[in-house]
């Protein structure tokens, strides 16, 4: 069987929903190299099936100037490390910042590209990904409404795949060091006192401003303990200065945050609706939540509404008004075993494996 060669620019192991597709193609029989900048084999422990090539390229920091020159570090080792392989091998190139470096020397080879983000803020980035969606054996995005506007933008015959950030990561790979154990032992003494944790997963800053849903949380008829966990950007002070029951977590190097998660009882995802990026967004911890069968709390956006319209995984709410906020909680905590069990329904029906096998044999070029 022809082998695949997963290429990501940045560790797969800061993104579950990139070490989520090596497991995947591994379950269904292909055999795997990964192209990354970091050391793999610690978190893909005992598998025969996966070769690892670690990127070594300086990166440059600063302006525009030094983007292009990393991008150029990049394209070398990556292009030196592919001499070693067929030119007959199936490439998935994991994000845009992975493929567009390598642009041009690329399509000599048959590849998948990954499209993470919209880009809806970039006519450069849309202009290359466009150019490189043009001799690629599949594209592949995370939402359905992005799938559909690069179809239109792109031009394309045939609608991308969709394939959802599920994180298939099993339990038995999180890395719990000491501060990650004292944070659970917090947590459990926290429920043992019967409050209800909410956590919030991720970038925490005003561009994602939920200070209402934090103003409610002393109005709610049962205790709440409110868990941040990601980078805080001036935010945290002020959250806590509203309510007082609030633990911060910086970040944790996945897939360890999700022995944090998994204690949780609701979840909160919020974007600012001020881009297609945001309002047809693809979180992470839409999956991550659902794993656990952790309710979600969303704003009202369109990425969210399969989630919290359909399966009924949670609800969404207009995140100006104080009123919904209350009332929502409310309502997935008085009716909490039925939107759990919806949210675990949703993440159990989603046949990832399914998906990248389809993209897969898309891709393979049999002549």
């Not at 880009?119 to 969606?133: A, E, H, P, Q, T």
Request: proline content about 5%.
């Amino acid at each position: 069987m022809k082998k695949i060669i997963f290429i990501s620019k940045v560790p797969i192991t800061n993104f579950p929903r990139l070490m989520s597709i090596p497991f995947a193609l591994t379950e269904l029989g292909y055999n795997v190299i990964i192209i990354a900048p970091d050391n793999l084999p610690n978190i893909f422990d005992d598998n025969g099936k996966i070769e690892f090539q670690t990127l070594n390229f300086k990166i440059r920091k600063g302006g525009f100037i030094a983007k292009i020159m990393t991008w150029f570090n990049y394209r070398l080792e990556v292009l030196r490390k592919l001499k070693s392989y067929p030119k007959e091998s199936l490439i998935w190139l994991s994000s845009a910042d992975s493929a567009i470096p390598l642009l041009g020397k690329v399509n000599r080879y048959n590849y998948i590209l990954q499209i993470n983000e919209l880009y809806d803020g970039s006519f450069i980035y849309r202009v290359l990904l466009k150019k490189l969606s043009e001799h690629s054996k599949s594209i592949v995005v995370p939402e359905f409404n992005r799938a559909n506007i690069f179809r239109v933008w792109f031009k394309l015959n045939n609608l991308p795949f969709v394939l959802p950030n599920k994180s298939i990561i099993p339990d038995s790979d999180f890395v719990v060091n000491d501060c990650t154990s004292q944070i659970i032992s917090d947590i459990t003494r926290l429920k043992s006192e019967e409050y209800k944790i909410i956590i919030y997963q991720g970038h925490i800053g005003k561009d994602r401003d939920f200070t209402n849903l934090v103003e409610i949380l002393h109005e709610l008829p049962i205790k709440t303990h409110l868990v941040l966990v990601g980078n805080d950007h001036e935010m945290v002070v002020k959250y806590k200065s509203i309510y007082a029951n609030i633990t911060w977590i910086p970040h944790i190097k996945a897939p360890a945050h999700l022995a944090i998660t998994k204690m949780a009882d609701l979840g909160i995802i919020y974007y600012n609706p001020e881009s297609l990026n945001n309002i047809f967004c693809a979180p992470n911890k839409t999956w991550e939540f659902s794993k656990y069968g952790l309710p979600i709390i969303s704003n009202d956006i369109p990425g969210m509404i399969e989630a919290t319209n359909y399966y009924k995984a949670g609800i969404s709410c207009n995140f100006n008004s104080k009123v919904e906020l209350k009332n929502g909680i409310a309502n997935l905590l008085n009716n909490y075993s039925v939107f759990s069990e919806n949210a675990k329904k949703m993440y159990d029906e989603l046949d990832y494996q399914g998906i990248i096998h389809n993209i897969i044999e898309n891709s393979i070029d049999y002549k």
